[in-house]
């Protein structure tokens, strides 16, 4: 079975410019995840889908951040214009159900941000 | 406000000793409780769940605990192998948000 695909793996920005990164969540998965990691800490929640209705996008920084899911499918994050403390990696999951049925998430191995 | 929290953030184990990684939360609405593992340069790969009407699971080398009576979880980890080395988030479930805590870095020493 295939995993959660993300890409890229590694961008590097300077601050101010615009960044987008993808994903495609395992197939039959409705609920999909967007987590910010910053380096030594657990990930953050930015965005959470069910099909392509958000569900949870409290913590999303919407003046600069914004991710769609139009087909209830891949999804993709932008981040514009970054900010220096944006540096981090960009963890999408996906699940079956939302939560998890059993808080099992699976996870991509993530895109790290640079912001210089 | 709530969060999920680990006591300590690194553990250094000998190889073939058992690990206990612990874990304290505050929401006792949260009626699941994951464990993650993360190794370098990948995303976090999930080990062992417990719902909150349980107080053991064990799945393979792994025993999670849960006490929700001083709110605090967590997993031991049997004859620790060099690959176990990783951070480890414990996590908690209220309704559908799944929030992790911090992590704790495990070193396995030969």
């Known amino acids: 079975e295939a995993g959660v695909a993300q890409s890229p793996r590694y961008k590097i920005i300077e601050k101010r410019q615009s960044v987008a990164f993808w994903c495609n969540p395992i197939s039959g998965h409705a609920t999909l995840y967007w987590y910010q990691q910053i380096l030594g800490q657990g990930p953050k929640l930015l965005i959470q889908f069910q099909n392509n209705g958000v569900v949870d996008d409290s913590q999303l920084p919407k003046d600069r951040f914004s991710a769609e899911r139009l087909k209830g499918v891949d999804s993709t994050l932008k981040i514009q214009p970054a900010k220096l403390e944006d540096s981090a990696v960009y963890l999408c999951?996906?699940?079956?159900?939302?939560?998890?049925?059993?808080?099992?998430?699976?996870f991509g191995e993530g895109s790290r941000l640079t912001v210089l | 406000g709530e969060s999920v929290g680990l006591h300590l953030p690194t553990l250094s184990v000998q190889e073939g000793d058992n690990s206990i990684i612990n874990c304290a939360y505050s929401?006792?609405?949260?009626?699941?409780f994951i464990w993650y593992k993360q190794e370098s340069g990948k995303g976090p790969q999930f080990i062992i769940d417990?719902?909150?009407?349980?107080d053991k699971r064990q799945g393979q080398r792994v025993t999670v605990l849960l006490n929700k009576t001083v709110k605090h979880l967590s997993l031991q980890i049997a004859a620790t192998q060099p690959g176990d080395s990783a951070v480890y988030f414990c996590a908690e479930k209220d309704d559908y948000k799944l929030s992790f805590g911090a992590g704790t870095t495990v070193t396995v020493r030969a």
């Open positions: 929401n006792s609405a949260s009626d699941y």
């Open positions: 999951a996906s699940s079956l159900a939302s939560g998890g049925a059993n808080g099992e998430l699976f």
């Open positions: 417990i719902r909150s009407n349980m």
